[in-house]
């Protein structure tokens, strides 16, 4: 089982960027037809898929995002990160990392909460 | 995109009874939707994906069924920990998709 583990700026401001990064241990981020997604979950609402990044770089975002979404993976550091540009108060959630297969979230982190405030 | 529609909102259940949550994609997810199981301050955790195979560790009283628009997930004799919020997902088509999540607690 891997584990995942977020990191990054809990507290963004109004129109910046959001940016975090997701370390990965347990297992080989290049093994398997697997990839690294990333999901939130804002205050009182269901779960969005924002977007997921495949181990030869190639990524999808959710187009209700309007193309704000990048992703990366660093295999050399077992880790893959996202940056939401242009953030607003409706950004605020707990963002969670997930090692998806096929679109079935297996393992995801602890969350992290990211708070969009002036 | 595919809208996902779970009911109830919220079940309540007696422990030791069954539970049975319905989930309604608005166009056909073939087999491709998995349940997860969240709790207060936790990660959702994959209980079932391909609609009724059960997830590495999870008990055998969790069973999904159903397929094309139309899925349940029931969970016999239920225990303590059950007591959660279940969410359905399909991951059919691109971008993948949430209901809004059925409440289940203790009656």
């Known amino acids: 089982q891997f584990q995942l583990q977020e990191s990054g700026s809990g507290l963004v401001k109004p129109s910046q960027t959001l940016s975090l990064t997701c370390a990965v241990s347990?297992?080989?981020?290049?093994?398997?037809?697997?990839?690294w997604s990333w999901i939130r979950q804002s205050p009182g609402k269901a779960l969005e898929w924002l977007g997921r990044?495949?181990?030869?770089?190639?990524?999808d975002s959710n187009p209700s995002l309007k193309s704000r979404v990048t992703m990366s993976v660093d295999m050399s550091k077992d880790q893959f990160s996202l940056k939401l540009t242009s953030v607003t108060a409706a950004d605020t959630a707990v963002y969670y990392c997930?090692?998806?297969?096929?679109?079935?979230?297996?393992?995801w982190g602890q969350g992290t909460l990211v708070t969009v405030s002036s | 995109e595919i809208v996902m529609t779970q009911s109830p909102a919220t079940l309540s259940v007696s422990p030791g009874e069954r539970a049975t949550l319905s989930c309604r994609a608005s166009?056909?997810?073939?087999?491709?939707l998995a349940w997860y199981q969240q709790k207060p301050g936790q990660a959702p955790r994959l209980l079932i994906y391909?609609?009724?195979a059960r997830a590495t560790g999870i008990p055998a009283r969790f069973s999904g069924s159903g397929s094309g628009t139309e899925f349940t997930l029931s969970i016999s004799s239920l225990q303590s920990e059950d007591f959660a919020v279940y969410y359905c997902?399909?991951?059919?088509?691109?971008?993948?998709?949430f209901g809004q999540g059925t409440k289940l607690e203790i009656k």
């Open positions: 990044i495949f181990v030869n770089g190639i990524s």
């Open positions: 997930v090692r998806d297969s096929s679109g079935i979230a297996e393992d």
């Open positions: 391909g609609a009724s």
């Open positions: 347990g297992g080989s981020m290049n093994s398997g037809s697997r990839s």
């Open positions: 166009q056909s997810a073939s087999s491709n």
């Open positions: 997902q399909q991951n059919n088509n691109w971008p993948y998709t």
